[in-house]
């Protein structure tokens, strides 16, 4: 039975994204995410509108300090079922623009053989919905017993990314969302 065109679209993008990754040093230690979650959040007069993604998947390459994250925008998960169909449907166009995606460079130098935490940021670009722009994002790295934890919270403004919400419900939708990532990562076994 052939895969689903989701699947395989999922499959090429994480194919892209290891190859840019690993394409500067086959020998560079690079991190994969194990674990991810990403949350959003806009407060709005009649309802709030939250969901949790767990099914994202990032890259980070220790050598050339590239960071790469996709998220499968089907992969949001809302309390309400009539929620998920319309932010699907109506506001993210998810069959069009099927994933969100970062890719860009960790800004500073991060000693990884010690266990700390570091504030640090992340410049590069944030494609939403086909619209790519230009971000630095504020986060913490923790550096604990060979793992890597990455978490942020940062705004997106619906706006920048030509998100329209219809006009009946405009007073009912914020125009800036909140965002709360927490990825953690195992360094992958180096080519020999």
Same mark, same amino acid.
């Given at each position: 039975m052939p895969?689903?065109?989701?699947?395989?679209?999922?499959?090429?993008?994480?194919l892209?994204?290891?190859?840019?990754?690993?394409?500067s040093?086959?020998?560079?230690?690079v991190?994969?995410?194990?674990?991810?979650?990403?949350?959003?959040?806009?407060?709005?007069?009649?309802?709030?509108?939250?969901?949790?993604?767990?099914?994202?998947?990032?890259?980070?390459?220790?050598?050339?300090?590239?960071?790469?994250?996709?998220?499968?925008?089907?992969g949001?998960?809302?309390?309400?079922?009539?929620?998920?169909?319309?932010?699907?449907?109506?506001?993210? *166009?998810?069959? =069009?623009?099927?994933?969100?995606?970062?890719?860009?460079?960790? $800004?500073?130098?991060? @000693? %990884? &053989?010690?266990?700390?935490t570091?504030?640090?940021?992340?410049?590069?670009?944030l494609?939403?919905?086909?619209?790519?722009?230009?971000?630095?994002?504020?986060?913490?790295?923790?550096?604990k017993?060979?793992?890597?934890?990455?978490?942020?919270?940062?705004?997106?403004?619906?706006?920048?990314?030509?998100? *329209?919400?219809? =006009?009946?419900?405009?007073?009912?939708?914020?125009e800036?969302? $909140?965002?709360?990532? @927490? %990825? &953690?990562?195992?360094?992958?076994?180096?080519?020999?």
């Amino acid at each position: 039975m052939p895969a689903a065109p989701t699947t395989n679209f999922m499959k090429n993008s994480i194919l892209s994204l290891t190859l840019i990754l690993l394409s500067s040093s086959l020998f560079a230690q690079v991190w994969k995410s194990s674990e991810n979650k990403v949350h959003f959040f806009s407060e709005a007069p009649l309802e709030n509108i939250e969901a949790t993604n767990t099914t994202s998947i990032a890259f980070y390459n220790e050598e050339n300090k590239q960071l790469a994250i996709v998220i499968p925008i089907k992969g949001f998960k809302f309390e309400k079922e009539l929620m998920e169909e319309h932010f699907n449907e109506n506001y993210m *166009e998810s069959e =069009k623009f099927k994933n969100g995606k970062f890719k860009g460079t960790l $800004d500073g130098d991060i @000693d %990884f &053989s010690k266990d700390g935490t570091y504030e640090t940021t992340a410049t590069g670009i944030l494609t939403i919905h086909g619209v790519e722009q230009k971000r630095t994002i504020k986060g913490t790295l923790i550096v604990k017993k060979g793992t890597l934890q990455m978490q942020s919270k940062f705004q997106i403004k619906l706006e920048d990314h030509d998100i *329209e919400i219809p =006009k009946i419900v405009f007073s009912n939708i914020a125009e800036v969302i $909140d965002v709360t990532c @927490d %990825f &953690s990562f195992k360094p992958q076994p180096k080519k020999k």
